[in-house]
């Protein structure tokens, strides 16, 4: 590979081989490097777009926003932190980044990077998010210095009086001086040092950071880019402390010189044809996006809205981070085939951050492929197809593995390989990442025998891996596995609202709950009708999943715990139903 050296007259970047990632050796760029080389040969080019809504010195309301860096402003941005950052703190130093979603984060995140110290990606403090997750990372963590903006100056300083951090100072992106980035020098880096943390949703327990190294970082951005490419603009709106955000919405868009646009996940919520109107306007070729984001354009845009937009440049729907659902899947892709939305788009994914994001994808121009199963033979471990039915499964396939990883569906006690049958998936590969920061109990039983266990259900059927749910989550009756997911879907074909399945323990089996957060419309039932839908409910599972729900319990919209990344914790909602929070 030839690169020129960048008009900043410093050295060429420096590259590394990846013999993990084909058949021939992959040669690598860091992430750092890679945007400087984009700077110095294209930067005029556009990197980043943000489209927001922000409050403008005089005047009375927000107004919306369009704020674009080109490489080589975003280049210089990220020198002039780096300078600033390798004044004070040696590499290896954890800095936490508690930035707003915008501009702003993604240069802290490079600053980082081209300093050669540890980013910590979290979020500004916000009124409807609560600072626990906030406050037990920066103690995990220890940061030596916070990034952060002006803008949220006041809230940064109270969620860090709470957590009891006294490590370091605050430092305002925003106010760093661009002539700061004279002093930036680039800085000793090895593949294998660690990059950043990558603290865990904390969906099935306490958040854990993940050790992502240099080599991680790049080899993740090659394999999304082997995948999507070619592209010009990406848009997305998934948080980007999050690691699909973080990888999707950064690493891989700036590592192929792309063209990034960015709306912030609020944005996104309150008015979701705001995504829509982003893919149309800057003809986006590649976005990203979790699944209940799907159902949520589908509920919330209008056949109206719908027919002002052109989504005909779409050539990739990756949908990830949570369960794949066909129909909201099929919802979406007619519902906006009048925009020119090709139903080959869609690109069901699978990954987890242990793994720096991808596992596997399904490839591009296929489209969603869903398959059923029997699902009594399902809860029994076994894999049989059968056409779809009452009893039957309806599962998407998440495609097959990104280039350089291994999967494989292990029998979680012996390690032995079950084919045709539901194991556990064990994942191998350049992104495999080596651990969690200073947990090395935790470490040691997830990262197991050269193999990164997942702690995921699932099987393979004709070359496409199929994921029936958490292990932690399944609910055991008579000796049978019943996936939560499965359940839910069943519940919310009932009653279309945010709903969870957990078991909990019963004489002489365990028993169902239902717990079904009320929308407005159930909220306006009379209780009769409300009965009358629990049993429903109750009737309905009992016939396609032969369970019987020990108790239907409906709680106030947004009472259900959930992750950053949205999805509801079972093990929480459970050990809240036990202590009598929702009732019994």
Avoid at 539 to 565: F, I, K, N, Y
Wanted: glycine letters at 8%.
């Amino acid at each position: 590979m030839s690169i020129d050296a960048p008009r900043t007259g410093h050295a060429a970047p420096e590259c590394f081989a990846l013999p993990a990632l084909g058949p021939r050796p992959v040669v690598l760029e860091y992430l750092a490097d890679t945007v400087r080389r984009t700077a110095a040969e294209r930067g005029e080019a556009p990197a980043l777009t943000v489209l927001g809504d922000r409050r403008v010195r005089g005047r009375a309301r927000r107004t919306d926003t369009v704020v674009t860096l080109t490489y080589a402003e975003l280049d210089l941005r990220a020198r002039a932190l780096a300078a600033e950052l390798q004044a004070t703190y040696p590499p290896g130093t954890r800095v936490a980044v508690l930035c707003p979603h915008d501009e702003h984060y993604v240069v802290a995140f490079l600053g980082c990077l081209y300093a050669g110290v540890i980013a910590v990606p979290l979020y500004a403090p916000e009124l409807f998010r609560s600072q626990t997750r906030l406050r037990s990372v920066l103690r995990d963590s220890t940061p030596g210095c916070v990034l952060t903006t002006s803008a949220v100056r006041s809230a940064v300083r109270t969620a860090l009086s709470g957590a009891a951090w006294q490590h370091g100072p605050v430092l305002h992106v925003d106010e760093v001086p661009s002539h700061r980035a004279e002093k930036w020098r680039r800085p000793p880096v090895a593949p294998e040092d660690v990059a950043y943390l990558q603290y865990t949703s904390g969906s099935t327990g306490a958040p854990a950071g993940v050790r992502v190294t240099h080599a991680n970082l790049s080899a993740a951005a090659y394999q999304m880019r082997s995948r999507f490419m070619p592209a010009r603009t990406a848009v997305s709106w998934v948080p980007l402390f999050h690691d699909m955000g973080l990888i999707c919405a950064i690493a891989s868009p700036l590592g192929a010189g792309m063209h990034m646009v960015h709306l912030s996940p609020m944005s996104f919520l309150h008015r979701p044809y705001r995504w829509l109107r982003a893919l149309s306007d800057y003809r986006a070729n590649w976005t990203v996006t979790p699944n209940f984001g799907l159902t949520h354009c589908v509920r919330r845009v209008d056949a109206e809205e719908a027919a002002t937009l052109d989504l005909s440049g779409l050539r990739a729907l990756a949908i990830g981070g949570e369960p794949v659902h066909a129909g909201s899947v099929s919802a979406f892709v007619e519902a906006f085939a009048v925009a020119g939305l090709d139903p080959r788009s869609p690109v069901p994914c699978y990954g987890l951050a242990e793994a720096t994001l991808s596992v596997t994808m399904t490839p591009n121009g296929t489209g969603a492929v869903a398959g059923s199963f029997d699902r009594a033979a399902l809860t029994a471990g076994a894999v049989r197809p059968v056409p779809h039915g009452p009893d039957a499964v309806r599962l998407v396939s998440n495609g097959t593995p990104v280039p350089g990883v291994t999967v494989r569906i292990a029998d979680p006690a012996t390690g032995a390989e079950t084919p045709g049958r539901v194991g556990e998936i064990w994942v191998n590969g350049p992104t495999r990442t080596d651990g969690y920061w200073q947990a090395p109990e935790r470490t040691a039983r997830v990262y197991a025998d050269g193999w990164l266990r997942t702690g995921d259900w699932g099987f393979r059927h004709d070359g496409g891996l199929y994921v029936v749910g958490r292990m932690d989550d399944v609910i055991i009756v008579r000796g049978r596995n019943h996936y939560p997911e499965d359940i839910e879907a069943t519940v919310e074909s009932v009653a279309p609202v945010a709903a969870t399945a957990i078991g909990v323990e019963g004489d002489p089996t365990a028993r169902l709950i239902v717990l079904m957060e009320a929308d407005a419309a159930m909220t306006a039932l009379p209780a009769p009708d409300r009965e009358a839908l629990a049993e429903r409910i109750r009737q309905t599972v009992s016939r396609q999943h032969g369970l019987a729900v020990h108790d239907v319990v409906v709680v106030r919209g947004g009472t259900l715990p959930r992750t950053t990344s949205g999805k509801i914790q079972r093990r929480l909602c459970r050990e809240r139903y036990l202590a009598g929070a929702y009732g019994t």
